[in-house]
């Protein structure tokens, strides 16, 4: 690479660092959890995979920890904003609406992964409207692939443009060398203004951990059961609405609402219209016997799901 060029990204490096790192904050005490953004005064967003609980500790580019709350989290979305003193750190720029990322297009990556200082790394856009799995399964769609490397504790962090504008929020690792980030467009904008205000997503919850369709046919043969579509349920959570309608570990969910049942975003589209209905009849196998079992939503189900 001539040094011109070689010069210029290294001019380019040290702008991103000046505009956006002041924004970047770490998630979590000692090696940390993750990374996060100030995106307005009082207002962080990071990964909804970042927290545990209902508080966390954020450390500013300044050194500066404090002590955060929740103000809102999509753990299906794997997002969340965290409502924290700020104090002087400024917000960072969100990109123009009419720039779209495309295959090629340069970003910087941005995270202080354990608390050791900013790091700026360079990557090309290599994939648009990638999909991946969220953090109980649900299928997000519309990601970003880039090349910009990052160490362990960088998710939720920010990927910008030349300006050390916002383009996106780097949010799962692909394979060697490749990473996944949720654009910062007009969509993400409004889901994070809606978190900002405490409006976490209705979703209906059924509380139990699925395996597979080829691995549920898989373990009904090896114990001598009858061939059967649908997805096998590994554990039922305690308390749940599953539970609730007396579904037990090793059950095979053959159909929801009337439909066959071959794949977990069947499952997750029928329970996003079960969250306004209030419930929701499966059709389940257990063992060799046929049962229809009504699961019941309470209001206060809403905030995640899982199988």
Known sequence: MPSTMLDELQHTVEQVATAAGPSVVR???GGGRGAGV???AGRVLT???NLRDSEVTVTFADG???T???????V???LAVLRVDTADAPAIAWSPAEVSLGIGSPIFALANPAGRGLKVTFG???????AFRGPRGRRITGSVEHTAPLNRGSSGGPIVDAAGSLVGLNTNRVGEGFYLAIPADAELASRVEALAKGESPNRARLGV????AHAARRLRAAVGLPERDGLLVRSVQEGSPAANAGLHQGDLIAAVGGQPLTSHDQLFEALDTAAAAGSLELAIVRGVEELTVPVRFAAADGATTEG
């Open 124 to 130: 090309l856009v290599s994939a648009v409207a990638q």
């Open 38 to 40: 100030v995106i307005g």
């Open 64 to 66: 500066r920890s404090v």
């Open 209 to 212: 951990a699925l395996a597979p």
């Open 47 to 49: 990964n909804g995979h």
């Open 27 to 29: 998630i979590g005490r």
């Open 68 to 74: 955060a709350e929740v103000a809102g989290v999509d």
């Open 76 to 78: 299906e979305g794997d």
